[in-house]
Structures are given as structure tokens and as C-alpha cells.
């Protein structure tokens, strides 16, 4: 998870170092542009659960880098519970 002062991105990534699945607030496919902060952070989880879950993998350990769960963060995980993924 990495979160600037605009954006939010956030990976999935094996035990072995490999990335499975990436979404960013910037993808083409999101439509963050008139969203806030939190709701862009939702639809980033959204995504990186839908993405995840079509290579295969339902069941992950969020890592919130060191960042408080509240705001963007707690959005980000719930959108991510929402699109199927089990922490």
C-alpha cells in the first residue's frame, strides 16, 4: 500500500516477492477523477479485489505499511472486502 497526498496504489504480491495484481486511484479503469480521496480509495480496493480474485487468489494479509486504519485505508480494505477478498 503507498498513499500520497493525491493518490492511492496498492499490489498484491506472493511470499516470494513476485506482484500478482496492481491497482492505482490513476488506472484507466477507475474512475477517480471526481471521486474524494476516501471514495477513490474504495474503488482502488474494489479493484485490486477483482483483479485478484480473476488470478486465483482469495485470501490475503492486508499490509497497511505502517499507516493508521482509518480514512483512505479502512476504505481501501473495505472496498477490497467488498470485491471478495478475505483478510
Aim: glycine residues 10%; contains cysteine; charged residues 30%.
Amino acid at each position: 500500500l503507498h498513499l500520497s497526498i493525491r493518490r492511492q496504489r496498492q499490489m498484491c504480491i506472493r511470499d516470494s516477492g513476485k506482484t500478482i495484481t496492481a491497482a492505482s486511484s490513476r488506472d484507466k479503469d477507475i474512475d477517480a477523477s471526481k471521486a474524494s480521496k476516501i471514495e477513490a480509495a474504495k474503488l482502488v480496493g474494489k479493484a485490486i479485489a477483482e483483479k485478484a480474485v480473476k488470478a486465483g487468489v482469495d485470501t490475503i494479509s492486508f499490509d497497511r505499511g505502517g499507516y493508521l486504519y482509518h480514512g483512505r485505508v479502512k476504505s481501501l480494505a473495505e472496498g477490497a472486502r467488498e470485491g471478495g477478498l478475505k483478510f
